[in-house]
C-alpha cells in the first residue's frame, strides 16, 4: 500500500510540473490517504507483536 502511495505522489509532483493543478491535487489526496492508511496498519501490527511476544514469556 506504501508502493501505491508512491506512485500517486510521483503522479502528482509530475502532474503538477506539467501544470495539471487538478490531476496533482487528486493524486495527492489519495496518495495521502493511502499513506495514513498503511501508516495505521503498521502501527496496528507492531502493537499486535508485541502483545504476541509479551504472552509468549
Do not use: D, P, R, T
Not at 490517504?33 to 511476544?53: E, K, Q
Amino acid at each position: 500500500m506504501l508502493k501505491w502511495a508512491i506512485i500517486f505522489f510521483v503522479i502528482s509532483v509530475v502532474a503538477g510540473l506539467l501544470g495539471f493543478s487538478g490531476v496533482s491535487a487528486a493524486s495527492a489526496g489519495i496518495a495521502k490517504i493511502l499513506f495514513y492508511v498503511a501508516l495505521a496498519i503498521f502501527v496496528l501490527f507492531l502493537v499486535l507483536a508485541f502483545m504476541a511476544g509479551s504472552i509468549a514469556f
